[in-house]
């Protein structure tokens, strides 16, 4: 298996309004690598979240191709066909972390059990839930439901499923997005640590500049279409 | 964890999750009673009308009942009788006929192993397993028997009924009552399921998110549906049976009185394990119909539609079905009328309330309390268009429940009347057989202190059509007509009707009106007693009891020929005591005893027969309409509290929580007193085909269309009462809340 965990080559996304088709990505390329980091800048609607929808086959591109973990999806196809729906689906089971800025957490299930499902999809033995809680400051409220802490707590649970699952990947969007400057702070410096020591690549969507300058890269989508 | 994972909602909610199984449980208890009593109703059709063809029965000419001991006299006197032994057994009692099998060898039976025929199984038994069972025991004898010895008579034997036509319309009825439940049911159970199916959308694109395929979860939730319709029906077949146990009797008593049907059971009462498959087919058909697609979301600026067709393609099918109803020369065809009005009116209500909500609030807009009032109304425009399905179940629901309480009701008031009418004397004598009623006659003529009495005398008459065909009817002949029939309301008559009936008038009942077209003035050929006889109607009386045709004529004008197959008298004794009375018969008549009734009591009993009669189609109605508002509470306390966000906005903006609870009061109110007004005009026009289109054709006589805004008041307050509890719950829940919820995008609440 190859250092190169992500390999975009000449990927581009067309949103359709009525009889327009507007570009929100346009034939962009990139790599990233084991234990790299990325950030995504933009403005607003400049296709950040689409660029991570596209990544773990959320949404599909237009033209272009993608290979995750050496698996390679070409676009440009109408439809895509049941074996890469699948195919997508396995990575993002087993390979691929997405976080989103909110509900990653199945609202009638505990932190812990969150952590718990997300980690047994992924094939990962159970018995690390409250590690991973405790190593992202929300052991205490494990056996809490998502409505009964804060939006940062949330995050972190959501950081901790994600983590629990051992992935190639992570993709997060807006990870701080709503959290304050500490706890933003605090959960940085914990995704960047986990990440050096699961020894996967991070790529982040954010407005956040602080967050940015910690990515060893930075994709700048601009202004967007 | 997948499991967990999809049924931790119901963890979280498990109101939602009872609510579901409750309502499961009840629809197929409600199915499965009324199928267990129409089915045993049918069979006893069957074994009425096929099993005793062509038979007589033997009677003892002093009256008294037959034994054991004339079956031997008569089986001695080399007549092939055999015994007929209506009794019950079993517990609870189900009704059933003993037979000997081997004294049914001599009949002229149909060829069959046994000899028995068509007598076979159920609810036949041999005559050694019910032998010392109470009950009504008959001979019968085949027609063609020689003389009878001494002492004993023959007399026509039919178990039932000539009526047998208008039992199964009966019967058909309640099918179809069960049917427009079974409907209202699938239309709730699959509101409530695809109303959570909403809430854990969320839940479902994270599974997908993690990489659950739509088809791994789609097999789940099947699993899931399976496994709660399994849990619910088998206990709800269960009551069900329980419940046909409970309402059988009332149900018997009234296939006794309407139709002089009796209802047999039998001993082993199989598990009705078909309406265990129709009610599991009911419920996964109506969730599973479009799969993992929950309700729509819809906005103020994309109202819902009518879905598959435009608007006016779902107008035209209600007009073409009320053009149905009223010209449908059968039952089927009211149905079918009845059933594209309700299609019509169940797609296009919700979005006419919601365009009448819209047009309320831009009225509100140069209003004083505009930003509120115009807010409170554009909610309920969402909320009927976002919970359109229970809006139309509960509708229909209410709309069947004012359409069957102002049928029963109906019945009940005229039905009073009509015993009223016809119990007007105090006493009644019923004439024992082997006597001569015509002494009994003369007695009471020559009784001083009377105030007024007249004989009653029933049999068969024979209408002649002008083509020679012959339709029999029952035969009613009263003499000396008095003050206790002169009061009679008629439904239509000429001058002086009772009058010309004396000077050889007839009149006939309304069943008998309608159903062989009769007028006033026409002149009927009726043989009476092998005497070819012209008369012409003078009245059409009403006769709710029995849907049977009848002529009535003046007893004095009957021939000498005619045999009346039942008589009694009618006495309003004045003057004279009951035992006087009772003294001068007994002794003309050279009998024992005599039993003469207190009318009052007869109608008493009557009344209670009619209670019972109505019991089932009570429990129907007010069962489905327990589901609807259970339906209606929970999917609207759910949907109250997807749209919380949006009430406790109304906080941060300023507006105190005494006002903000009032608005919520406002809306659940609005909301249920909108279903409440479109379902009158709905339950109005179901009375009127219920009154005037099914019950002339299903009984043979319509019943006044008349309105209850009693009872309307009675169901607006139950109503009220659901919007209120809606309102309170949801304003303890926001009262509870610590915080506001940070962020509406987690919110599912309908358009943002």
């Known amino acids: 298996?190859?250092?190169?965990?992500?390999?975009?080559?000449?990927?581009?996304?067309?949103?359709?309004?009525?009889?327009?088709?507007?570009?929100?990505?346009?034939?962009?390329?990139?790599?990233?690598?084991?234990e790299q980091s990325m950030a995504v800048v933009g403005r607003s609607g400049s296709g950040k979240s689409t660029l991570l929808n596209l990544l773990c086959g959320l949404e599909l591109a237009d033209s272009g191709s993608i290979t995750v973990a050496d698996h390679l999806f070409t676009s440009g196809r109408s439809a895509v066909g049941p074996d890469e729906a699948s195919l997508w689906a396995a990575l993002r089971k087993q390979r691929i972390g997405v976080v989103f800025q909110e509900a990653n957490l199945m609202p009638a299930m505990t932190l812990v059990e969150n952590v718990r499902l997300r980690a047994s999809l992924a094939?990962?033995?159970?018995?690390?839930?409250?590690?991973?809680?405790?190593?992202?400051?929300?052991?205490?409220?494990?056996?809490?439901?998502?409505?009964?802490?804060?939006?940062?707590?949330?995050?972190?649970?959501?950081?901790?499923?994600?983590?629990?699952?051992?992935?190639?990947?992570?993709?997060?969007?807006?990870?701080?997005?709503?959290?304050?400057?500490?706890?933003?702070?605090?959960?940085?410096?914990?995704?960047f640590d986990i990440q050096q020591t699961n020894r996967c690549a991070l790529m982040l969507a954010t407005h956040d500049q602080v967050l940015a300058r910690r990515c060893g890269q930075c994709l700048d989508l601009g202004e967007g279409a | 964890m997948m499991v967990k994972a999809m049924t931790s909602h119901y963890r979280r909610h498990p109101l939602q999750l009872?609510?579901?199984?409750?309502?499961?449980?009840?629809?197929?208890?409600?199915?499965?009673?009324?199928?267990?009593?129409?089915?045993?109703?049918?069979?006893?059709?069957?074994?009425?009308?096929?099993?005793?063809?062509?038979?007589?029965?033997?009677?003892?000419?002093?009256?008294?009942?037959?034994?054991?001991?004339?079956?031997?006299?008569?089986?001695?006197?080399?007549?092939?009788?055999?015994?007929?032994?209506?009794?019950?057994?079993?517990?609870?009692?189900?009704?059933?006929?003993?037979?000997?099998?081997?004294?049914?060898?001599?009949?002229?039976?149909?060829?069959?192993?046994?000899?028995?025929?068509?007598?076979?199984?159920?609810?036949f038994v041999d005559m050694s397993e019910v032998a010392g069972q109470p009950g009504q025991l008959s001979l019968l004898i085949s027609p063609g028997t020689g003389a009878l010895p001494n002492g004993y008579q023959r007399k026509e034997f039919r178990l039932g009924p000539a009526t047998?036509?208008?039992?199964?319309?009966?019967?058909?009825?309640?099918?179809?009552?069960?049917?427009?439940?079974?409907?209202?049911?699938?239309?709730?159970?699959?509101?409530?399921?695809?109303?959570?199916?909403?809430?854990?959308?969320?839940?479902?694109?994270?599974?997908?998110?993690?990489?659950?395929?739509?088809?791994?979860?789609?097999?789940?939730?099947?699993?899931?549906?399976?496994?709660?319709?399994?849990?619910?029906?088998?206990?709800?077949?269960?009551?069900?049976?329980?419940?046909?146990?409970?309402?059988?009797?009332?149900?018997?008593?009234?296939?006794?009185?309407?139709?002089?049907?009796?209802?047999?059971?039998?001993?082993?009462?199989?598990?009705?394990?078909?309406?265990?498959?129709?009610?599991?087919?009911?419920?996964?058909?109506?969730?599973?119909?479009?799969?993992?697609?929950?309700?729509?979301?819809?906005?103020?600026d994309k109202p819902a539609g009518p879905g598959i067709f435009p608007a006016w393609v779902w107008g035209i099918m209600a007009v073409i079905g009320l053009v149905m109803v009223m010209q449908a020369p059968s039952l089927i065809w009211v149905f079918i009328g009845v059933a594209l009005v309700f299609a019509g009116v169940g797609v296009l209500v919700p979005d006419f309330l919601a365009r009448c909500a819209d047009v309320?609030?831009?009225?509100?807009?140069?209003?004083?309390?505009?930003?509120?009032?115009?807010?409170?109304y554009l909610e309920l425009a969402v909320m009927f268009r976002n919970l359109a399905l229970p809006v139309v179940a509960l509708q229909f629901a209410m709309a069947t429940v004012l359409a069957v309480q102002a049928l029963v009701t109906s019945f009940e008031?005229?039905?009073?009347?009509?015993?009223?009418?016809?119990?007007?004397?105090?006493?009644?004598?019923?004439?024992?057989?082997?006597?001569?009623?015509?002494?009994?006659?003369?007695?009471?003529?020559?009784?001083?202190?009377?105030?007024?009495?007249?004989?009653?005398?029933?049999?068969?008459?024979?209408?002649?059509?002008?083509?020679?065909?012959?339709?029999?009817?029952?035969?009613?002949?009263?003499?000396?007509?008095?003050?206790?029939?002169?009061?009679?309301?008629?439904?239509?008559?000429?001058?002086?009707p009772w009058a010309a009936l004396s000077s050889g008038g007839i009149m006939v009942n309304e069943q008998l009106a309608r159903r062989q077209h009769v007028e006033l003035g026409q002149s009927l050929r009726v043989e009476i007693g092998g005497q070819s006889l012209d008369r012409i109607v003078v009245g059409i009386y009403a006769d709710y009891g029995r849907p049977a045709a009848e002529v009535l004529v003046d007893g004095e004008a009957l021939p000498e020929a005619f045999t009346p197959g039942f008589q009694s008298f009618s006495i309003n004794p004045g003057q004279r005591s009951v035992d006087d009375i009772a003294q001068r018969l007994t002794a003309d008549w050279q009998i024992a005893n005599l039993t003469i009734r207190d009318n009052a009591s007869i109608q008493a009993l009557a009344s209670q027969v009619f209670q019972q009669t109505f019991l089932l189609t009570r429990a129907i109605s007010v069962l489905t309409l327990v589901l609807a508002s259970l339906s209606l509470l929970v999917m609207g306390w759910v949907f109250f509290s997807t749209r919380s966000w949006y009430f406790q906005l109304l906080g941060v903006w300023g507006v105190p929580p005494d006002a903000v609870r009032s608005q919520l009061r406002q809306l659940a109110l609005l909301l249920t007193t909108g279903i409440t007004l479109v379902a009158l005009p709905l339950g109005i026009w179901l009375t009127w085909v219920l009154v005037s289109r099914i019950n002339p054709l299903a009984f043979g006589w319509s019943l006044p269309m008349a309105v209850y805004p009693g009872f309307w008041i009675e169901l607006g307050v139950v109503m009220a009462v659901i919007g209120l509890v809606i309102a309170w719950l949801i304003g303890r829940q926001l009262a509870g809340q610590e915080s506001l919820r940070p962020g509406a995008n987690l919110i599912d609440g309908g358009e943002r």
């Open chain 1, 123 to 191: 094939g990962q033995s159970a018995g690390e839930e409250m590690h991973w809680l405790e190593q992202l400051g929300v052991g205490a409220q494990a056996h809490r439901f998502p409505d009964q802490v804060s939006g940062g707590q949330r995050q972190r649970a959501a950081l901790a499923m994600v983590f629990a699952m051992h992935p190639a990947l992570i993709l997060a969007d807006e990870p701080t997005g709503s959290l304050d400057r500490q706890t933003a702070d605090e959960v940085t410096d914990r995704l």
């Open chain 2, 18 to 123: 009872l609510a579901l199984a409750f309502m499961i449980v009840v629809a197929t208890m409600l199915w499965t009673g009324v199928s267990v009593l129409t089915g045993q109703a049918r069979d006893s059709l069957d074994v009425s009308e096929e099993a005793v063809a062509a038979r007589e029965a033997v009677v003892r000419s002093d009256g008294q009942p037959v034994s054991v001991v004339d079956f031997v006299a008569l089986r001695t006197a080399g007549i092939c009788a055999a015994p007929w032994l209506e009794t019950t057994r079993g517990d609870p009692k189900v009704r059933v006929i003993g037979i000997d099998p081997l004294a049914m060898a001599c009949f002229d039976a149909p060829p069959a192993g046994d000899g028995v025929g068509e007598l076979a199984g159920d609810p």
């Open chain 2, 360 to 376: 309320m609030a831009r009225r509100r807009i140069q209003s004083a309390n505009a930003p509120l009032g115009r807010w409170r």
């Open chain 1, 1 to 34: 298996m190859s250092d190169v965990v992500l390999d975009v080559k000449q990927v581009s996304k067309l949103f359709h309004s009525g009889h327009d088709r507007v570009p929100v990505i346009e034939n962009l390329s990139f790599t990233l690598g084991v």
């Open chain 2, 164 to 300: 047998g036509q208008l039992a199964d319309s009966f019967l058909l009825n309640l099918d179809a009552l069960s049917l427009l439940v079974l409907f209202i049911t699938g239309l709730l159970v699959r509101s409530v399921y695809h109303l959570g199916l909403a809430q854990r959308r969320s839940s479902f694109a994270l599974l997908e998110r993690f990489g659950v395929g739509k088809r791994q979860v789609y097999r789940l939730l099947t699993a899931e549906l399976i496994i709660l319709t399994l849990v619910c029906v088998l206990p709800g077949v269960w009551l069900g049976q329980a419940l046909a146990n409970r309402l059988g009797q009332g149900f018997g008593l009234a296939l006794d009185s309407l139709f002089d049907l009796s209802l047999y059971g039998s001993a082993d009462t199989p598990v009705p394990w078909q309406a265990a498959v129709v009610m599991m087919a009911l419920v996964l058909g109506v969730c599973l119909l479009d799969r993992l697609i929950p309700q729509r979301r819809v906005s103020r």
């Open chain 2, 413 to 496: 008031s005229t039905f009073e009347q009509w015993l009223g009418q016809r119990l007007s004397a105090e006493l009644y004598v019923e004439v024992p057989d082997g006597v001569d009623a015509r002494t009994g006659a003369l007695t009471l003529a020559q009784m001083d202190g009377l105030d007024a009495w007249h004989r009653v005398q029933h049999g068969k008459a024979t209408l002649r059509g002008d083509s020679g065909d012959a339709t029999g009817t029952d035969l009613m002949a009263i003499s000396p007509v008095t003050s206790l029939v002169t009061g009679w309301t008629l439904l239509a008559s000429t001058d002086a």
